[in-house]
């Protein structure tokens, strides 16, 4: 399929080189470079703005990934950096609580129904970690179930490198959206489960009753139920899918989204438990817990959220784009679709069609559309209805391109 358009990406492959000579490959937040240059993705970028990112090499992008999703209102937001930048005048962090931090606080648990009290933490891993390590205060049990991506901590990767084997022995996996074989899990050491913590949206979404079954089964074996939520929350709707598919957890974490790009967390949940004495012992502290930068952004965007009826307008753009982008591979015959709910659709890739995929994609990118090959896609309010048309004629071009190589 030679002649079909892709992106230059010179400077991105000379920035890599440089940089696998200076930085551990495993500490960067976009591990996954190696593989997407090797696709024709660029992998440095120069600067942001709204619904657009310029990389190394000076090509402009809308951009459907937005950093893994921490991108909600869209890069270098004017309502966040103002707020930011008259924060800042104040100072980023202090010796002391801030008094803003009940505030926020406020805020949160008046956003998310079925949270009563939260912690404020940095990143989605200390989130995940956070929830684990109170579970496991509270029930003074050790054995954790998980399902789906929780982070880099070692309780959450068992059998990776560096992961000591006692530590990987007590945490079992089991897949998603089945009820059963959690059930059947949680029988394999009865009553030495703390907690099941379940990635909430993965593929097309939960099915209908799986997220509360997994809450009734956590409880039928004296254990708590946590949704991670940290890619989810503030786009399905603010508490994530428990909120939008009407179940309560014990607990859910939320990051990303919730800062528009800043790293601020938090878990949210009930009462009964965050509130317990051995989970206010639980030693969670950390320096940059509670810093006034993520603080004040997540405020704002949810201030934002409210006037623009963000929820609403995330899922309205997201399936404009599903509907449309699947309608020209279905017509090209080209083995690229989206699946799942509307704000966060997954692309589906046919194996066999792999080739077309990628070449389409890489059309797409030299066109200025960033669509990630198999990672969810996100959406922000500075993307306009005009974005996701010009998006879905510029997969068009690209399609009819590939379907003329055949």
């Known amino acids: 399929m030679s002649g079909l358009l892709s992106p230059d990406v010179s400077r991105s492959k000379s920035l890599l080189a440089r940089s696998d000579e200076l930085l551990v490959r495993g500490c960067q937040g976009h591990k996954r470079s190696h593989d997407?240059?090797?696709?024709?993705?660029?992998?440095?970028?120069?600067?942001?703005?709204?619904?657009?990112?310029?990389?190394?090499?000076?090509?402009?992008?809308?951009?459907?990934?937005?950093?893994?999703?921490?991108?909600?209102?869209?890069?270098?937001?004017p309502a966040v950096q103002?707020?930011?930048?008259?924060q800042m005048?104040?100072?980023?962090?202090?010796?002391?609580?801030?008094?803003?931090e009940v505030e926020v606080a406020e805020k949160l648990i008046e956003a998310?129904?079925?949270?009563?009290?939260?912690?404020?933490?940095?990143?989605?891993?200390?989130?995940?970690?956070?929830?684990?390590?109170?579970?496991?205060?509270?029930?003074?049990?050790?054995?954790?179930?998980?399902?789906?991506?929780?982070?880099?901590?070692?309780w959450a990767r068992p059998g990776s490198v560096g992961v000591p084997e006692q530590v990987g022995e007590l945490t079992t996996e089991v897949p998603y959206a089945d009820l059963n074989a959690l059930d059947d899990a949680f029988r394999q050491h009865p009553g030495e489960y703390a907690c099941v913590i379940m990635?909430?949206?993965?593929?097309?979404?939960?099915?209908?009753?799986?997220?509360?079954?997994?809450?009734?089964?956590?409880?039928?074996?004296?254990?708590?139920?946590?949704?991670?939520?940290?890619k989810v929350g503030f786009r399905v709707a603010y508490g994530g899918a428990g909120h939008r598919w009407g179940a309560t957890p014990d607990m859910s974490t939320f990051g990303k989204a919730c800062c528009n790009g800043y790293p601020g967390s938090f878990i949210a949940g009930r009462k009964e438990v965050l509130g317990h004495p051995n989970a206010q012992e639980a030693w969670l502290a950390a320096t940059f817990h509670c810093d006034t930068l993520s603080l004040t952004a997540m405020a704002t965007v949810l201030d934002e959220m409210e006037k623009r009826d963000g929820i609403a307008y995330q899922w309205e753009i997201g399936q404009r784009l599903i509907d449309g982008l699947n309608g020209v591979t279905r017509e090209h015959e080209i083995g690229y679709r989206l699946e799942g709910p509307g704000p966060m659709p997954t692309p589906v890739s046919d194996p066999?069609?792999?080739?077309?995929?990628?070449?389409?994609?890489?059309?797409?990118?030299?066109?200025?559309?960033?669509?990630?090959?198999?990672h969810p896609l996100f959406f922000s309010l500075a993307h306009s209805r005009e974005d996701i048309d010009h998006t879905i004629a510029m997969v068009a071009e690209s399609a009819e391109d590939v379907t003329r190589a055949m």
């Open 352 to 374: 066999e069609d792999g080739d077309r995929v990628a070449a389409m994609l890489r059309g797409c990118l030299a066109r200025g559309i960033y669509l990630p090959p198999s």
């Open 199 to 230: 990635e909430t949206v993965r593929g097309e979404g939960p099915p209908d009753g799986f997220l509360q079954g997994c809450v009734e089964i956590a409880h039928s074996h004296d254990a708590l139920c946590i949704f991670d939520e940290i």
């Open 36 to 77: 997407m240059i090797a696709r024709g993705y660029p992998v440095f970028t120069r600067e942001a703005q709204g619904a657009r990112f310029t990389d190394a090499d000076g090509n402009e992008y809308i951009d459907y990934l937005l950093a893994y999703g921490p991108i909600l209102l869209g890069h270098n937001d």
């Open 82 to 86: 103002e707020a930011i930048s008259a």
């Open 89 to 100: 005048a104040q100072g980023t962090i202090y010796t002391t609580a801030w008094e803003r």
């Open 112 to 154: 998310i129904p079925f949270a009563e009290m939260l912690g404020f933490v940095i990143g989605g891993s200390a989130a995940t970690a956070g929830a684990v390590l109170i579970a496991r205060s509270y029930t003074g049990k050790d054995r954790v179930i998980r399902s789906g991506y929780h982070g880099w901590h070692d």
